[in-house]
């Protein structure tokens, strides 16, 4: 699934405000077979939390396809990512959000 770019830092911002760990970078693996996020060896990262239950999550930027546009089925417009913008500002305005 194709998202956003937008969203997606929007998420990463998100977590980061929740004093998540939240890293951006180029993902390669090395000549000695580990995983780096840019300078970061994202090995040594995810065993700061061995024995801990932790939740994954991976998106790209660097998007090679035009995400899939949709229609939304309550007001008709098309839309990129996971829900219409349109209908979802509608919503929280009226929750008194």
């Not at 065993?47 to 939304?72: H, M, R």
């Not at 008709?76 to 500002?89: F, I, K, V, W």
């Amino acid at each position: 699934m194709s998202i956003r770019k937008a969203n997606l830092l929007k998420f990463a911002a998100s977590a980061y405000e929740m004093d998540l760990k939240v890293m951006q970078g180029v993902l390669r693996r090395c000549d000695n077979n580990t995983l780096m996020i840019g300078e970061t060896d994202l090995c040594k990262v995810i065993q700061a939390y061995e024995g801990d239950e932790i939740v994954l999550v991976f998106g790209s930027l660097d998007v090679k396809s035009d995400p899939q546009v949709n229609t939304c089925r309550t007001c008709g417009r098309d839309y990129t990512g996971l829900e219409c913008q349109h209908c979802r500002d509608t919503r929280l305005r009226l929750r008194g959000r």
